[in-house]
T-cell receptor
């Protein structure tokens, strides 16, 4: 089955800095890569996703890049704000299963 | 639209007792997932339903866990008997799958503590 590795487990930045979270996956058939944000005690919520037919996608301060050859994808957050503080999960799934396999999460702390 | 609704929000039970969780997915979502999230970890799939059919339950510990999705809408997840290691947050999610990927919409989860 799919295996998703996520790094770092904790990321601490100053407000206004950029943050990058990296994930690798093992199944070359995976073709959908969502990112979820989970605030303390709340549900995971989708913030951005990318499909394997594109290499990059951007939504305001958030961008995701995908390298299919290397089987890794990354989340980039620019101009971080304290409200960006949360746990971020990457996930990967293939068209055959529609079952996202999640990484272990990255705890992002943005210091004012 | 109303989101995925789960109940109860919290549950504390003694080991060996039974427990049940309930999930009401977003209207029209044909696919329903139960995930378990341990502290500091990502969600791990327990079971996935397409309508009323369980299409992937390989990660469900069938000796003590059971699930059902009557009429392809609401779902319940049961543990009997509960063990200390079952303490976790149980997340329900729903989506519309079948013609390309769609994102999962999660409920707030049920936090289970087994003492």
């Amino acid at each position: 089955g799919e295996n998703v590795e996520q790094h770092p487990s904790t990321l601490s930045v100053q407000e206004g800095d950029s943050a990058v979270i990296k994930c690798t996956y093992s199944d070359s058939a995976s073709n959908y890569f969502p990112w979820y944000k989970q605030e303390l005690g709340k549900r995971p919520q989708l913030i951005i996703d990318i499909r394997s037919n594109v290499g990059e996608k951007k939504d305001q301060r958030i961008a995701v890049t995908l390298n299919k050859t290397a089987k890794h994808f990354s989340l980039h957050i620019t101009e971080t704000q304290p409200e960006d503080s949360a746990v971020y999960f990457c996930a990967a799934s293939s068209g055959g299963s529609y079952i996202p396999t999640f990484g272990r999460g990255t705890s992002l702390i943005v210091h004012p | 639209e109303a989101g995925v609704v789960q109940s109860p929000r919290y549950k504390i039970i003694e080991k060996k007792q039974p427990v049940a969780f309930w999930c009401n997915p977003i209207s029209g979502h044909n696919t329903l997932y139960w995930y378990r999230q341990n502290l500091g970890q990502g969600p791990e799939l327990l079971i996935r339903y397409e309508n009323e059919e369980a299409v992937d339950d390989s990660q469900l510990p069938k000796d003590r866990f059971s699930a059902e999705r009557l009429k392809g809408v609401d779902s319940t997840l049961k543990i009997q008997p509960a063990e200390l290691g079952d303490s976790a947050v149980y997340l329900c999610a729903s989506s519309v799958q079948g013609q390309g990927h769609s994102p999962l919409h999660f409920g707030n989860g049920t936090r289970l503590t087994v003492t």
